[in-house]
């Protein structure tokens, strides 16, 4: 079974950056759909940005233009560069990918925490 582990989190100020990757523990053959999630306390997780191949990427509207998803074709595994942060981007994070896009086969990581605070 295959594992998604992400790192990058952590604690920024707002304004600052970071970049989340997501390694895989085996091999994915593909990566069809991949993208990320985010969680904040009490909100339900909500899909932050989605790469389908072959298409252009998709985003939240509340992180268009400040985030940047792009895709690892070795790995098959997403990165997200995260810029202009803002205290309302903080949430866990989750990478998830989806090897075969008419598959309902999905691998997901266990998060990283990013928090934006003065």
């Known amino acids: 079974q295959v594992q998604l582990v992400e790192s990058g989190g952590g604690l920024v100020q707002p304004g600052g950056s970071l970049r989340l990757s997501c390694a895989a523990s085996?091999?994915?053959?593909?990566?069809?759909?991949m993208g990320w999630y985010r969680q904040a306390p009490g909100n339900e997780r909500e899909l932050v940005a989605r790469s389908i191949r072959g298409r252009s990427a998709t985003y939240a509207d509340s992180v268009k233009g400040r985030f940047t998803i792009s895709r690892d074709n070795t790995q098959n595994t997403p990165s997200l560069q995260m810029m202009s942060l803002k205290p309302e981007d903080t949430a866990i994070y989750y990478c998830?990918?989806?090897?075969?896009?008419?598959?309902?086969?999905?691998?997901w990581g266990q998060g990283t925490q990013v928090t934006v605070s003065a």
């Open positions: 998830y990918v989806r090897p075969n896009y008419g598959s309902s086969v999905e691998y």
């Open positions: 085996g091999m994915i053959f593909s990566g069809d759909v």
